[in-house]
């Protein structure tokens, strides 16, 4: 597989020598990335194995806005981690909380334990899956409790996550 470097800088024109002795010199291929290009992409965050674990509780709640920013929160409890910067889970009601992601990607996810005073935020923005592999795990699941067909299996892709605890209230941790 070939490597791949992505350079970032105002100097786009001196970058150009460099990126151009680089291609040369090594077997690396070589991309600029211009400003409105490099806020497209976003940074995710590491959910750690204690998150995880959290996670795992089933007691998520997601917020929502809408286009008129008005919030709305409500409980996850399909909510799974899907690898170490993805959360996923099935929408069931199809509701004002699945409005509000399809008009505005942007949404946190608080799980908290109240006996420990600890708890975390994960802010990403969503990926919405009608059909597919993912899709159908939650149709199985839901079937298991008798629940309808999900309306969709909604991906959150966590770009900052917030330490809530009582020893680091708000703490950014990634
Ligand atoms: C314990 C619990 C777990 C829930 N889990 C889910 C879930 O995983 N997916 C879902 O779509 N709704 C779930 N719900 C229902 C939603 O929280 C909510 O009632 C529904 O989505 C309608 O709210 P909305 O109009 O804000 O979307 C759950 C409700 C409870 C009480």
Redesign the pocket.
Known sequence: MKKSLICCGILKNELKYVMQEIREKTDFEVDYLDAAARKEVKELATITEDMKALVSS??CL?A?AGKEGRP????????VVLDDSTLA????????????VQDNPLVSIAVVDYDKFTGYRFSGTVEIETSGELYELFAARFAEMKLPR??AAVKVKVEEIHDLSAANPGGKIA
Do not use: C, D
């Open positions: 089933g007691r997601l929502t709305n929160i409500g409980p996850k409890g399909s909510v889970y099935g929408e069931l009601t199809g509701k004002q909380s699945y409005k509000n999900p309306a």
